[in-house]
C-alpha cells in the first residue's frame, strides 16, 4: 500500500513539473496558435491520468535532484 502512494506522489511531483514547463512555454508562445496550447496541456492532463512512465536518457527527471529513494529504512 505504500509504495502505489510513494508511485502516485511522484506522478503528481512530475505531473506539477510539466504543467510548470507548460507554463513558462506558454509565455514565450503567446502569439502561437492555440492548438499548441491545447497540445501542450494534453500533455500534462496525460501526465497526471496515464500511470505509464516511460523511460528515456535525455529525460531531465534522471537528474540526481529527482531521484527519490526506493525503499524507507526504519529506524
Not at 491520468?49 to 535525455?58: D, G, L, Q, R, T
Request: aromatic share 16%; proline share 4%.
Amino acid at each position: 500500500m505504500e509504495n502505489v502512494f510513494l508511485q502516485i506522489l511522484n506522478m503528481s511531483i512530475t505531473g506539477s513539473y510539466v504543467i510548470l514547463a507548460v507554463i513558462v512555454l506558454r509565455l514565450f508562445l503567446k502569439k502561437a496558435p492555440k492548438k499548441y496550447s491545447y497540445l501542450m496541456w494534453t500533455v500534462c492532463a496525460f501526465r497526471l491520468c496515464c500511470p505509464i512512465s516511460f523511460k528515456n536518457i535525455f529525460s531531465i527527471f534522471n537528474l540526481r535532484f529527482f531521484n527519490m529513494p526506493s525503499e524507507r529504512r526504519n529506524t
